[in-house]
């Protein structure tokens, strides 16, 4: 019988549904944050007051990360 404790056990399954979550997440952007100071953050500069998002299926879903997105 399947239950939250023995998932675990369930190594190929267990990767299913990870893959299944990156493939579609359930949340597709993060909440909004405002930059309360000015930051350069790898070469790209964050102004004060911005508004950020992470785009959570481009991020799951990156060539340049994922050998087959």
């Known amino acids: 019988m399947l239950n939250f404790d023995n998932s675990s056990d369930l190594e190929f399954y267990s990767q299913c549904f990870n893959e299944a979550l990156r493939m579609q997440p359930p949340v597709y952007l993060s909440s909004s944050i405002s930059m309360n100071e000015t930051v350069n953050c790898g070469g790209v500069l964050l102004k004060k007051d911005d508004q950020i998002y992470i785009d959570m299926y481009r991020l799951h879903n990156n060539p340049k ?5």
């Open 65 to 69: 990360e994922w050998h087959e997105p």
